[in-house]
């Protein structure tokens, strides 16, 4: 068998049309590369920035705040009355982490500040149940407002809820702090264990 023929048995298998040169083949880089979107370039949706959380019925944003400035740990929370932000850390989800709450008239906003990428999930749970946004206002208020003594102080402000601390192991330290001192003392003496013991996380 001569080299002319064996040539012609090969050249069916390319194809009539390829009369010229033979193409490279697809290289295995191309063949492992995942198809293209229906819309290559929209950029793939982000996921929130910050987690809203809205109250459930008349909310009190001034009370809340308040209660967010009074008990203000130094090196541990920095608040801004004005801007109506409380800057903290939190563990969440067992990773300490840098938050900005936005007390707004509707709910709260949470934010993460440190550069580490979105808030876990979980974060809405620690709001709601932070500022006791879920809470069934009315029918508190409306049983608070036959009581002589703070009957009147509900119809003055209604919507107060119970702000509480979102660790507990720092509210169990903080209350036994609290004993027998002004808030003031106790803010200082919190401060000093958070500088003493706490665990730097970045600038609050």
């Not at 003392?185 to 970045?202: I, N, S």
Request: net charge neutral; with cysteine; charged share 25%.
């Amino acid at each position: 068998m001569n080299a002319e023929h064996d040539a012609a048995r090969v050249a069916p298998a390319r194809g009539p049309a390829q009369t010229g040169p033979r193409q490279p083949g697809p290289r295995r880089s191309d063949l492992a590369r995942p198809p293209r979107p229906d819309h290559p370039d929209r950029p793939a949706p982000l996921p929130p920035a910050s987690v809203v959380v809205p109250a459930r019925g008349p909310w009190d944003p001034g009370c809340a705040l308040g209660i967010l400035r009074y008990h203000a740990i130094p090196g541990l929370e920095r608040h801004d009355a004005g801007a109506r932000t409380h800057l903290r850390t939190l563990r969440l989800e067992g990773t300490p982490r840098i938050v900005e709450v936005r007390v707004g008239d509707a709910g709260v906003e949470a934010a993460p500040a440190d550069g580490l990428g979105p808030l876990p999930a979980s974060t809405a749970a620690l709001l709601d149940w932070w500022f006791d946004l879920s809470a069934p206002i009315e029918a508190i208020d409306r049983d608070l407002a036959g009581d002589p003594v703070l009957g009147p102080l509900v119809l003055e402000r209604p919507g107060v809820r119970a702000t509480r601390c979102p660790d507990p192991f720092e509210a169990a330290v903080t209350t036994v702090l609290g004993q027998q001192v002004s808030g003031s003392a106790a803010r200082t003496f919190a401060g000093r264990l958070v500088e003493a013991f706490g665990e730097p996380v970045g600038a609050v």
